[in-house]
T-cell receptor
Framework: KAGVTQTPRYLIKTRGQQVTLSCSPI?????VSWYQQTPGQGLQFLFE???????NKGNFPGRFSGRQFSNSRSEMNVSTLELGDSALYLC?????????????????FGPGTRLTVL | AQSVAQPEDQVNVAEGNPLTVKCTYS??????LFWYVQYPNRGLQFLLK??????LVKGSYGFEAEFNKSQTSFHLKKPSALVSDSALYFC?????????????????FGKGTKLSVIP
């Protein structure tokens, strides 16, 4: 199976611009989550989509938004970019498994999109 | 709220020696714990998980982790380190904060520990 793919891999923008990042999950996975990784804050959860619906959201301002399409592909959008938005944005797709009677989600991460805001 | 602590920013170990990367957690309810590894300019790769069952969990690339409920720890271990193990390691816990429906969840990560294996 192909892994999680993210496009573009690298992006340079200037303050005030907006950006759209794309994520294609592993075939059959219906959940897609987005994370922001920075040296200062580490890995932080942005949001999760399942069947085209956002079902969980982290503590990020409204400039960060996302959506999921019927084929489970997801996009995230950042408007009015700030210098602090420079980060590696990771997408993860997941499936639900069971272990010892307990269900869990196992996440598979893409290589990320490196966004630099100048 | 759930939290994960990785007390060491960096761990140095000689090749062939055993390695331990520490992780402690704080959760409400049963913990679902994970270890991921990140190589430079790469995404996160799953190493292992603890959901329930045996406290000693075996994962990829010869890694294992021991779940200790009384100490709320989930340390990552490997009997004999390789230079190729040098990478950034993240411990994570399933975060039920803001849980909005069956199956909905997010991962809360530790800050990461940089492992350097010295030849």
């Amino acid at each position: 199976k192909a892994g999680v793919t993210q496009t573009p891999r690298y992006l340079i923008k200037t303050r005030g611009q907006q950006v759209t990042l794309s994520c294609s999950p592993i075939s059959g996975h219906r959940s897609v989550s987005w994370y922001q990784q920075t040296p200062g804050q580490g890995l932080q959860f942005l949001f999760e989509y399942f069947s085209e619906t956002q079902r969980n959201k982290g503590n990020f301002p409204g400039r960060f938004s996302g959506r999921q399409f019927s084929n489970s592909r997801s996009e995230m959008n950042v408007s009015t970019l700030e210098l602090g938005d420079s980060a590696l944005y990771l997408c993860a797709s997941s499936f639900t498994g069971t272990s010892g009677g307990a269900s869990y989600n196992e996440q598979f991460f893409g290589p990320g999109t490196r966004l630099t805001v100048l | 709220a759930q939290s994960v602590a990785q007390p060491e920013d960096q761990v140095n170990v000689a090749e062939g020696n055993p390695l331990t990367v520490k992780c402690t957690y704080s959760v409400s309810g049963n913990p679902y714990l994970f270890w991921y590894v990140q190589y430079p300019n790469r995404g996160l790769q799953f190493l292992l998980k603890y959901i329930t069952g045996d406290n000693l969990v075996k994962g990829s690339y010869g890694f294992e982790a021991e779940f200790n409920k009384s100490q709320t720890s989930f340390h990552l271990k490997k009997p004999s380190a390789l230079v190729s193990d040098s990478a950034l390691y993240f411990c994570a816990v399933r975060d039920m904060t803001g849980h909005s429906g069956a199956g909905s969840y997010q991962l809360t990560f530790g800050k990461g520990t940089k492992l350097s294996v010295i030849p």
